[in-house]
């Protein structure tokens, strides 16, 4: 979320050829996880990936168990960036100009502009995000089943990958699975609703 804000931030500038850029930065929507994974597979790849290539290092980080969660995670990440992107910059579109130039007038800096009237402005978009997010993170399941199968030693094995492979063996279990994860998920959306949503300043007020 913090990633997509900060890109929305600077495609929301006027300069030339920053339609490019923005094009590039929500260009993650038209790209499925199969696609990504394969990537992501080549990126890490010890021996011809960019990333070991630029650390310097010699790691499969997808078989090393103390690295393979956070290169699961940053594929993730990567996947919703884009849809985070667009969200933002549409919640961006909705800042009243006359309100920034008026925090510029009054002596604000670019941040304090940002923190007192950008980011209020902009914390439905936030909480909106945040809560989908959320329940996208306890959804994943294409990216481990392609990059690491749940392993090594089953430090990617999480909630649904656990509970996909659990259905092909004990049905019922995988149920039960099922109906825990919706409840987990469910009591963590209210959660997030209920105390987040104080802090969001909706037009002509303050939201709870």
């Not at 923005?22 to 199969?34: D, E, G, L």
């Not at 130039?101 to 670019?110: L, R, Y």
């Not at 063996?169 to 099922?178: H, N």
């Amino acid at each position: 979320m913090i990633l997509g804000l900060g890109l929305a931030l600077l495609a929301h500038q006027r300069v030339r050829g920053i339609g490019f850029f923005r094009t590039v930065f929500s260009s993650t929507v038209a790209t499925s996880v199969a696609v990504a994974s394969v990537m992501w597979i080549t990126l890490l790849n010890p021996q011809i990936g960019l990333i070991n290539y630029y650390l310097g290092t010699n790691i499969d980080l997808l078989t090393d168990p103390t690295w393979a969660l956070v290169a699961v995670s940053a594929t993730t990440v990567w996947l919703s960036l884009g849809v985070t992107f667009i969200v933002m910059s549409a919640g961006l579109q909705g800042v009243p100009e006359d309100m920034l130039e008026a925090a510029t007038v009054d002596g604000a800096g670019p941040w304090m502009r940002f923190r007192k009237v950008t980011l209020p402005l902009l914390s439905p978009t936030l909480l909106f995000s945040l809560v989908v997010l959320t329940i996208n993170a306890f959804q994943s399941f294409g990216q481990i089943d392609l990059l690491t199968q749940g392993g090594p030693n089953g430090k990617t094995d999480v909630i649904v990958y656990n509970l996909v492979q659990t259905s092909r063996q004990v049905p019922g279990r995988a149920a039960a699975q099922a109906v825990v994860l919706f409840l987990i998920i469910f009591t963590l959306t209210l959660v997030q609703l209920r105390f987040l949503e104080r802090r969001v300043h909706y037009e002509g007020g303050v939201g709870g």
